[in-house]
């Protein structure tokens, strides 16, 4: 049962332009929800996070927003830059106790071109 | 080092085999996970560790798979009797305080194993 999705296996976007990456979930349960991105060969690295009780975060190129009603999330990247080739996994969480393991989705390779 | 470290990096076994992975978290981090990532998947939770104490271990898939962190540092995951669905990239992670709170997740680069 998958319950952090990103239906999107690739994206190819422009540089300069938007991108956008979507995830959806289907357990209400989770309350916190986190984009990390990968390179080749290396291990995940955290790019930002919202709280469920946020619809909207930013932090300069990048803003998460979440539609807690329609259990999804995007990813916007404005401007896109080749630097920002890479897969990106869209990951929620439940509670803030121990033990709060990440649920991840299966990611999405984003391709920036020139 | 500055960050999680892996070791082997690769790992190729013949089925049946027994394995193991280090992982060196950051230095002071209390909360070490494991997560397993097959090819085109997302990772998975294995299991986390606060300090030496093992508190979850509920995505271990079978009783081949152990994990310990005996001195809340290090830590080793051992696969017994290798089969070809073990093989993987095998995620550590860790963070400065419990369970990878606000994100403060640090991950190492990976272990891929191979089951032949």
């Known amino acids: 049962d998958q319950q952090v999705k990103q239906n999107s296996p690739s994206l190819s976007v422009q540089e300069g332009r938007i991108s956008i990456l979507n995830c959806d979930y289907t357990?209400?349960?989770?309350?916190?929800f986190l984009w990390y991105k990968k390179y080749p060969a290396e291990g995940p690295t955290f790019l930002i996070s919202i709280s469920s009780i946020k619809d909207k975060n930013e932090d300069g190129r990048f803003t998460v927003f979440l539609n807690k009603s329609a259990k999804h999330l995007s990813l916007h990247i404005v401007p896109s830059q080749p630097g920002d080739s890479a897969v990106y996994f869209c990951a929620a969480r439940r509670g803030t106790g121990t033990a709060s393991k990440l649920t991840f989705g299966t990611g999405t390779r984003l391709q920036v071109t020139l | 080092g500055a960050g999680v470290s892996q070791s082997p990096r690769y790992k190729v076994a013949k089925r049946g085999q027994d394995v193991a992975l280090r992982c060196d978290p950051i230095s002071g981090h209390v909360s070490l996970f494991w997560y397993q990532q097959a090819l085109g998947q997302g990772p998975e939770f294995l299991t986390y560790?606060?300090?030496?104490?093992?508190?979850?271990k509920s995505g271990l898939p079978s009783d081949r798979f152990f994990a310990e962190r005996p001195e809340g540092s290090v830590s080793t995951l051992k696969i017994q009797r290798t089969q070809q669905e073990d093989s993987a990239v095998y995620l550590c992670?860790?963070?400065?305080?419990?369970?990878?709170?606000?994100?403060?997740?640090?991950f190492g680069e990976g272990s891929r194993l191979t089951v032949l």
């Open positions: 992670a860790s963070s400065r305080g419990l369970a990878g709170i606000d994100g403060e997740l640090f």
């Open positions: 357990n209400s349960m989770f309350d916190y």
């Open positions: 560790f606060q300090n030496e104490a093992q508190l979850d």
